[in-house]
């Protein structure tokens, strides 16, 4: 069985940052893709990084510059650092992970953290 099991959410001011992890059990994480995403209240979910099977990252606009994803193969787990948080990046935040390199869709899915930036 595979779990995500995220932390690391919080209240924090703007300016601030936060490290949101997310531990993996039933499969290694090495080379599969996996990403954060986020839902605001009223809006919809969005992919805010991806970190692919050959370590090449991508993210949304708003973030770029701002936000870091990366794992660490030797303890199973993905991370994603917010610096410069803003009041724009309150939303619940989600890691996910697809089962195969060539996926199209992520399988699995943390629980969930909430990520309040207060002004």
């Known amino acids: 069985q595979v779990q995500l099991v995220e932390s690391g959410g919080g209240l924090v001011q703007v300016g601030g940052s936060l490290r949101l992890s997310c531990a993996v059990s039933?499969?290694?994480?090495?080379?599969?893709?996996m990403g954060w995403f986020r839902q605001a209240p009223g809006k919809e979910r969005e992919l805010v990084a991806a970190?692919?099977?050959?370590?090449?990252?991508t993210y949304t606009d708003s973030v770029k510059g701002r936000f870091t994803i990366y794992r660490d193969n030797a303890k199973n787990t993905m991370y994603l650092q917010m610096n410069s948080l803003k009041p724009e990046d309150t939303a619940v935040y989600y890691c996910?992970?697809?089962?195969?390199?060539?996926?199209?869709?992520?399988?699995?899915w943390g629980q969930g953290t909430q990520v309040t930036v207060s002004s």
């Open positions: 996910a992970l697809k089962d195969m390199v060539y996926a199209r869709e992520y399988s699995y």
């Open positions: 039933g499969r290694t994480l090495s080379i599969l893709p």
């Open positions: 970190l692919g099977s050959r370590g090449d990252t």
